[in-house]
C-alpha cells in the first residue's frame, strides 16, 4: 500500500472519530423561572394558610350581620345585614353625593371581600310626588347606585334593582326630616 493511501484512511479514521467523538454529558439545568414559580407558590400556600383563619373569621362575622328579612325580594329570599350601608339622595335627584360616593366604596369593598355576595339594591323616595313618578325615580336612584358599583368594579351579575317608590318608608313622618330619611338607596344580601 502505498504511503498515499494509508495517509488518507489515517486521516479518514481520524475524522470519524471525531466526528462521533465521547458523548457529552447533557447537564440539565433548572430554569430560575421555575426555582422562583415554585418559591413563589409555596410562599403563597403558607399566607393562605395564615389568611385562612382570618378570611374565616371575617365570613363567620358577615353572616352574623344578617337578618332574615320578613317579606321576599324579587330574586327569593332575602337580608339585611348591618354591614352594607344606605346612601340618601337630594329631593328630587338620583345622582350620588360626595359623601354617599365614601359610603359606596365602603359597601363595595365589603362586596370585593365576599365575591359570592349577590345584593339588590332598593330605591325609595319620599311621599311627596305621585306614585308612578316615586316608582320612576325610585328606579333612577337604584340604577345610579348600581352604576356606581360597576364603576368600583362589582360585577354586574352580583347587582340586581328594585324600585318602591315612596310605598315603604322607612320614616313614617310627614317633615324634612323624614322625607330625607325616606330618600334612599337600601341594600339587601340576596340568599346565597
Given at each position: 500500500m502505498s504511503r498515499k493511501v494509508f495517509c488518507m484512511?489515517?486521516?479518514i479514521l481520524c475524522l470519524g472519530?471525531?466526528?462521533i467523538g465521547c458523548p457529552?454529558?447533557?447537564?440539565?439545568?433548572?430554569e430560575?423561572?421555575?426555582?422562583?414559580?415554585e418559591a413563589a407558590a409555596k410562599r403563597e400556600a403558607e399566607r393562605t394558610k395564615e389568611m385562612k383563619p382570618k378570611e374565616d373569621q371575617a365570613a363567620k362575622e358577615f353572616d352574623k350581620s344578617l337578618v332574615a328579612k320578613k317579606e321576599p325580594g324579587i330574586e327569593g329570599e332575602v337580608f339585611e345585614s348591618k354591614l352594607l350601608k344606605d346612601i340618601h339622595f337630594d329631593f328630587d335627584k338620583y345622582n350620588i353625593r360626595p359623601g354617599d360616593a365614601e359610603i359606596l366604596k365602603e359597601n363595595s369593598?365589603?362586596?370585593k371581600?365576599?365575591?359570592k355576595v349577590k345584593v339588590q339594591?332598593?330605591?325609595?323616595?319620599?311621599?311627596r310626588g305621585t306614585i308612578e313618578y316615586n316608582l320612576a325615580l325610585g328606579e333612577r336612584r337604584a340604577n345610579s347606585t348600581k352604576k356606581y358599583l360597576l364603576s368600583l368594579g362589582i360585577p354586574a351579575e352580583r347587582i340586581s334593582t328594585i324600585s318602591y317608590g315612596e310605598e315603604r318608608p322607612l320614616d313614617s313622618g310627614h317633615n324634612e326630616e323624614a322625607w330625607g330619611n325616606n330618600r334612599r338607596a337600601h341594600f339587601?344580601?340576596?340568599a346565597k
Open positions: 484512511i489515517v486521516l472519530v471525531i466526528m457529552k454529558k447533557t447537564v440539565v439545568k433548572e430560575p423561572s421555575v426555582k422562583k414559580e369593598a365589603l362586596l371581600k365576599y365575591p339594591i332598593e330605591g325609595h323616595c319620599d311621599e339587601i344580601v340576596v
